[in-house]
């Protein structure tokens, strides 16, 4: 996957530069060095450390990246993250890319650890979705993990995820994972087979035909704890659908798996912090 992140570095200079960054290049000498500092500003989990380098080494690899806080580190107000020294011109023209991934990732990273610490003394881990922001949903997805999340999956290819809109153009629930099965027998795929199930009538019918995860879409609590007495252990169990902060805790107390939640990508604000002159 670095290639997509290489693209990505790429594209978003070439968007944000264009033919020059004019407002540097008319006031900064070419030859000027100095140093800049990357200032917390707001508390939370910091991510996007190791993006940051590569920002820096594709604009300019004479950059120097002096590191003192790692991604996955608790940061408050006052804290400095690291040091870039070079040329000024460079550091310039680096500083609102590196700022927009940092703060995008740290963001994600701070309320996902919210997420995780909120499901502590449970078995049930939280998962991300593919609401992610489309060409970032590498990074989007690395901040998860750095805030202690899981991925659910990346994207189309490396998990087979049976919705509701796939069971019913397939002709139902067995016709669906038999098709899938058989694919993936034809293609040579190891992959794991996910079922969205809205009722209990689905749920038996994915019990029966045999699936490696079933998603319980819409469930309420009190059918979330029957539905994980009835699975008793033979597959594993998500929530999703309508999860809230506030009611997280008690699908997590159900006994369930994992539980998704889009919105640990698609509406989290960025962490505060800047990129200032030292």
Do not use: W
């Not at 408050?76 to 460079?90: E, R, T």
């Not at 703060?103 to 992610?132: C, F, H, P, W």
């Not at 704890?225 to 008690?250: H, M, N, P, Q, Y």
Request: glycine share 8%; aromatic share 6%.
């Amino acid at each position: 996957m670095n290639n997509l992140i290489d693209d990505l570095i790429k594209l978003a200079f070439s968007e944000d530069i264009g033919d020059g960054d004019h407002t540097t290049l008319s006031c900064i000498p070419a030859d000027a060095m100095g140093k800049s500092k990357l200032l917390i500003k707001e508390e939370g989990i910091l991510a996007g450390v190791e993006m940051a380098k590569q920002v820096f080494a594709a604009f300019d690899p004479t950059l120097e990246m002096e590191i003192f806080i790692e991604d996955g580190a608790h940061v408050k107000p006052g804290d400095v993250a690291f040091i870039v020294s070079g040329k000024i011109q460079s550091l310039l023209q680096t500083e609102r890319l590196m700022l927009n991934i940092m703060q995008r990732m740290s963001g994600i990273a701070t309320v996902t650890n919210k997420y995780v610490k909120a499901l502590e003394g449970t078995k049930t881990r939280v998962l991300d979705t593919r609401k992610t922001t489309p060409g970032l949903r590498m990074l989007e997805k690395a901040a998860v993990k750095i805030g202690g999340g899981v991925n659910h999956r990346i994207g189309l290819f490396d998990m087979i995820l049976l919705k509701d809109n796939h069971v019913d153009f397939a002709g139902g629930i067995e016709k669906a994972v038999t098709k899938a099965k058989e694919y993936c027998k034809a293609k040579g795929k190891d992959l794991k087979i996910e079922l969205e199930v809205r009722n209990f009538d689905e749920l038996n019918q994915a019990l029966a035909v045999g699936v490696d995860r079933v998603m319980l879409d819409n469930f309420t609590p009190a059918d979330t704890r029957k539905a994980v007495e009835l699975i008793d252990g033979r597959v594993e169990t998500e929530s999703s659908g309508g999860i809230t902060f506030a009611t997280l805790r008690d699908y997590a107390e159900c006994g369930v798996d994992f539980i998704s939640v889009g919105a640990l990508t698609h509406s989290v604000k960025g962490l505060d912090m800047s990129f200032k002159a030292c």
